[in-house]
């Protein structure tokens, strides 16, 4: 079993700032692609930011210059630095991993269960 635990959601005021984590945890053999997604009440989900597994990332267009998303492997981890906070950014956040278990044929994408974030004065 892998599971992916994410944290740093919460209510903060517009202007501030937040970081989120993202924990893998089980069997993980590698790590490839990590991201963070959102999701409003109503709307589609969104690609906030993405990592490959060799640093490079892409960013919504909403987003870019405001959040830097890292990774610490030896952790099996993702982060989300998010500044500037608006009250569009409000949403819940969700982490997903390409993961392989056991060898590198046994691949799959994994989802967090989503943390809050609420920007509101």
């Known amino acids: 079993q892998v599971q992916l635990v994410a944290s740093g959601g919460d209510l903060v005021q517009p202007g501030g700032s937040l970081r989120l984590s993202c924990a893998a945890s089980g069997t993980i053999f590698s790590t490839s692609t990590m991201g963070w997604h959102r999701q409003d009440p109503g709307k589609e989900r969104e690609m906030v930011a993405v990592i490959n597994s060799n640093g490079h990332t892409n960013y919504a267009d909403s987003v870019k210059g405001r959040f830097t998303i890292s990774r610490d492997n030896a952790k099996k981890t993702v982060y989300l630095q998010m500044n500037s906070l608006k009250p569009e950014d409000t949403a819940v956040y969700y982490c997903?991993?390409?993961?392989?278990?056991?060898?590198?044929?046994?691949?799959?994408?994994?989802w967090g269960k989503g943390t809050q974030v609420t920007v509101s004065s």
């Open positions: 997903n991993m390409g993961i392989a278990r056991f060898d590198i044929y046994d691949y799959g994408n994994y």
